[in-house]
């Protein structure tokens, strides 16, 4: 894998700025050092125009002039603070999601067969899951079936595939049957789960495949995956266990979404408020490990410090060896638990709450509306139901376009791109026609 370095650069923006000159009060040169730095400071706040929506470009770019350390009202020892989910928000597709399909195709595990076991059943109920994740008989399928199956492939890769207790090489694993059925059937696992069980039980259960990892290889993992997906098409993927290993969940497949993508235009917000004297945290529903990789990796370039990530925590052993365990007294960082880490670890530190909020989900719906200092909630439009919080406040941002007051952006997406759009439209991957809300 050709592991070359993200280069992605940021135009700055020139503005011009104009001053009256007074008849005897201000020498023309001094009018025209005061523009000069107007000119300058400006550039340094407002942000390049990119694929922004023209409209949330210019409330962002107020809101950090009027906030910001180049405002009037600005205290350095009361700086204001942003948080951002990562996943679907600052960057394009799913970075926990693309590290699972990196991890299966290349086998990065550090369990045994009785760990990954443990792992995978962990808190996950014995009920069938939902219709839409039947077999190709049309039979229903728990984790108990399912499980077997995927313990019995991953013990005959854990004894053939070399980068475990065998001598075979990876390409001469993928060929074989046990490889295909690994694979797919965890990559479907990993959505029935999703689509069965509340957010509680699903969101935390694809951290588990980290189980017998250290840190350092957890980031390894992360910062490749993010190479290797930025040289993927933006395209639909689809698995399918072989017919000749059908175990006991029979014949299953999968379809997911691959070419991840970092978003210049969120590269150069986080940029612009840090020059301004914000304070950018990123809360996230992947894990913790992985989301300080890619949120501080410069190859990546959003550069934020990688103790400035909060997401999901799991026990370690004293060697730092990650557990099947999530850390005792550490909330899940999707839903309320995003307001209870933004509540723990910085309303406690600043004595206020963050000035601006960005996510794309209902996991990000709680932290959006839960604090009285948030002036301003951008949300990346993915057509979000419009009985949830987050699909009113879209429908909000909509009703509210082009109001100086709106508290609520809309921006669109194309999904067959995997880029903003200028306007509040999100196309759907194969869609040719952008679409407002769902």
């Known amino acids: 894998m050709k592991t070359t370095r993200v280069r992605l650069s940021v135009l700055a923006t020139v503005i011009a700025a104009a001053f009256s000159i007074g008849a005897c009060t201000t020498a023309p040169t001094s009018v025209a050092t005061q523009a000069a730095a107007e000119t300058t400071r400006l550039?340094?706040?407002?942000?390049?125009?990119?694929?922004?929506?023209?409209?949330?470009?210019?409330?962002?770019?107020?809101?950090?002039?009027?906030?910001?350390?180049?405002?009037?009202?600005?205290?350095?020892?009361?700086p204001p603070y942003v948080v951002f989910d990562w996943d679907n928000t600052t960057?394009?597709?799913?970075?926990?999601?693309?590290?699972?399909?990196?991890?299966?195709?290349n086998l990065r595990?550090?369990?045994?067969?009785?760990?990954?076991?443990?792992?995978?059943?962990?808190?996950?109920?014995?009920?069938?899951?939902?219709?839409?994740?039947?077999?190709?008989?049309?039979?229903?399928?728990?984790?108990?079936?399912?499980?077997?199956?995927?313990?019995?492939?991953?013990t005959w890769l854990y004894q053939n595939y070399v980068g475990m207790k065998g001598d075979r090489p990876l390409q001469a694993i993928r060929q074989t049957p046990q490889y295909k059925d690994f694979i797919a059937k965890v990559r479907f696992l990993y959505e029935a789960i999703g689509d069965t069980f509340d957010h509680a039980t699903s969101y935390p259960w694809v951290t588990y495949l980290f189980t017998g990892m250290t840190e350092p290889q957890v980031r390894a993992l992360a910062a490749e995956t993010m190479l290797w997906q930025h040289g993927q098409p933006v395209e639909s993927v689809k698995w399918q266990s072989p017919a000749e290993l059908p175990g006991e969940a029979g014949v299953v497949s999968i379809s997911w979404k691959n070419g991840l993508r970092v978003v210049p235009e969120m590269q150069d917000l986080y940029a612009k408020l840090r020059n301004a004297g914000f304070d950018v945290y990123v809360c996230s529903a992947s894990y913790i490990?992985?989301?300080?990789?890619?949120?501080?990796?410069?190859?990546?370039?959003?550069?934020?410090?990688?103790?400035?990530?909060?997401?999901?925590?799991?026990?370690?052993d004293a060697n730092g060896v990650i557990q099947n365990r999530f850390r005792a007294g550490y909330a899940q960082t999707q839903g309320a638990g995003k307001t209870e880490t933004i509540k723990r670890f910085l309303v406690s530190r600043y004595g206020y709450g963050p000035i601006f909020i960005a996510g794309d989900s209902e996991g990000d719906q709680n932290m959006m509306k839960d604090f009285a200092d948030t002036k301003l909630v951008l949300i990346i439009n993915r057509?979000?139901?419009?009985?949830?919080?987050?699909?009113?406040?879209?429908?909000?941002?909509?009703?509210?376009?082009?109001?100086?007051?709106?508290?609520?952006?809309?921006?669109?997406?194309?999904?067959?791109?995997?880029?903003?759009?200028?306007?509040?439209?999100?196309?759907?991957?194969?869609?040719?026609?952008?679409?407002?809300?769902?």
């Open 43 to 78: 550039s340094q706040v407002r942000l390049a125009e990119g694929n922004w929506d023209a409209f949330n470009r210019e409330q962002l770019d107020r809101m950090i002039a009027t906030y910001g350390k180049f405002g009037p009202n600005y205290n350095p020892a009361r």
């Open 91 to 105: 960057i394009f597709l799913d970075i926990e999601e693309a590290a699972l399909i990196y991890q299966l195709e």
């Open 109 to 154: 595990f550090g369990a045994t067969p009785e760990q990954l076991d443990k792992a995978i059943r962990t808190n996950i109920p014995a009920k069938d899951f939902t219709q839409n994740f039947r077999n190709a008989a049309g039979q229903a399928i728990n984790i108990d079936r399912i499980a077997n199956d995927i313990t019995r492939s991953y």
């Open 289 to 316: 490990d992985v989301i300080r990789e890619v949120s501080s990796n410069p190859a990546f370039g959003y550069n934020n410090p990688a103790e400035r990530a909060y997401a999901m925590e799991l026990e370690r």
């Open 383 to 438: 057509l979000r139901d419009g009985k949830t919080d987050i699909g009113k406040f879209s429908r909000i941002a909509t009703e509210t376009y082009r109001r100086p007051d709106a508290k609520f952006l809309l921006q669109g997406r194309d999904d067959n791109k995997g880029v903003f759009v200028p306007s509040q439209l999100h196309y759907k991957l194969g869609a040719k026609e952008g679409q407002l809300l769902k």
